[in-house]
């Protein structure tokens, strides 16, 4: 068995292999008790050491580690800038999305400024599609063009639209449509007086969070993907006014409309690796039923034909092993037991994002998000 904290402590190594070695594994191994050890590598040890670090950051995924990210985004040394900005893709946050946009525009490395653009594809975001058809306008190199293009066709296919045609007519559209009561140039200050707001992050992560913890009450088996997003959306919906109406009281602000609606897509884009979890658990359970199915119906042709030349020869067949959940097998789960199996991993799925609560723990004010029910 790995010993994590053998390891960690290998991190204060003087021995710089021995350094690399631990990171690696530390980065294999994907366990979030290595993430303060890390971090502290990034901001101290060696240019190569730190490009390991902040890849093996990017294989743990957690979210903690976005700001020493974004940080490094601002490196003196072109390879932490490169490394941070692809891993930042591996992360859904409007904080890994305003960052990753600030590379694109004003990285001077090509290399880094495209890194940055097929993250934000990877990311898949529609938060970030003006800012990608705008610099798609620009004279810059082919290689960064090519980058900027395949960033836009991995938003519209995670998004569900045709092409980036028809991508940025919709979000064309939506903005024509803001700008009926709130000017372009208004809405571009409205989103970065967002943006800035310094713990809009933990809250959007701890209000979805919140919301999610309860969806396998209202889940089951049977609910395909479509379903499952429509009944997600619904959730997440159920109290987001009232989530605005909190942050507009922590900002001393009121919020437009189009306030309102990037408060409601950075929730959205939040929430996306649960439900990546929550779609891929429900493939997972439909195939294994499948499977049982499929077994079941299998094995009972084979008693069907053990039996019809038993009758033929009249002698009985030397008995086929039978497996002991053969039993089981022939009994489909009730709706229940089915019920029970979906909830029970849909609550490991939400206990891996606990974090996300906790976060805020210092933030009182958030719980019940301090808002008397009207």
Same mark, same amino acid.
């Given at each position: 068995m790995v010993n994590i904290n053998k390891l960690i402590k290998q991190l204060s190594d003087d021995e710089k292999e021995k350094r690399e070695e631990a990171i690696l594994a530390l980065g294999d191994l994907r366990d979030e008790r290595a993430l303060e050890a890390l971090i502290k590598v990034v901001n101290q040890d060696t240019l190569e050491n730190r490009t390991y670090a902040i890849i093996a950051l990017a294989d743990i995924s957690d979210h903690r580690a976005i700001e020493t990210l974004v940080y490094c985004l601002m490196d003196n040394e072109v390879e932490i800038r490169l490394a941070a900005s692809r891993a930042l893709g591996k992360f859904s946050s409007p904080q890994a999305i305003s960052a990753l946009l600030v590379s694109l525009r004003k990285d001077p490395n090509v290399g880094v400024k495209s890194r940055a653009a097929l993250s934000l594809g990877a990311i898949g975001s529609e938060l970030a599609v003006e800012d990608l058809l705008s610099e798609s306008k620009v004279e810059h190199p082919a290689a960064l063009l090519y980058s900027i293009d395949s960033a836009l066709k991995m938003i519209a296919r995670n998004n569900g639209y045709a092409d980036v =045609?028809? +991508?940025?007519?919709?979000?064309? !559209?939506? /903005?024509? /449509?803001?700008? $009926?009561i709130t000017p372009e140039n208004v809405q571009l200050s409205e989103k970065e007086e967002l943006l800035e707001y310094p713990n809009l992050w933990p809250y959007i992560r701890k209000y979805v969070y919140d919301q999610l913890e309860g969806i396998q009450t209202v889940l089951s088996i049977e609910t395909d993907e479509v379903t499952a997003e429509s009944k997600i959306a619904e959730i997440l919906g159920e109290k987001f006014w009232r989530f605005v109406n909190f942050m507009e009281k922590k900002m001393n602000r009121t919020f437009s409309k189009y306030q309102s609606d990037l408060m409601w897509q950075m929730c959205w884009d939040t929430s996306k690796p649960i439900r990546a979890e929550i779609f891929g658990?429900?493939?997972?359970?439909?195939? !294994? %039923?499948? #499977?049982? #199915?499929?077994?079941?119906?299998? +094995? !009972? /042709? %084979?008693? $069907? $034909?053990? =039996?019809?030349? =038993?009758?033929?020869?009249? /002698?009985? @067949? @030397?008995?086929?092993?039978? @497996?002991?959940s053969f039993d089981d097998l022939k009994k489909p789960k009730t709706q229940a037991e089915e019920a029970r199996t979906i909830s029970g991993d849909l609550e490991s799925i939400m206990k891996k994002y606990s974090t996300w609560k906790k976060d805020a723990d210092d933030m009182k004010d958030l719980d019940d998000f301090g808002i008397e029910t009207e």
């Open positions: =045609e028809a +991508l940025a007519k919709s979000v064309h !559209e939506k /903005k024509m /449509k803001h700008a $009926e658990m429900i493939k997972d359970h439909k195939k !294994e %039923v499948e #499977d049982i #199915d499929r077994y079941r119906v299998w +094995l !009972e /042709k %084979v008693a $069907e $034909e053990k =039996e019809a030349k =038993e009758k033929i020869e009249g /002698k009985p @067949i @030397i008995e086929i092993k039978e @497996i002991k």
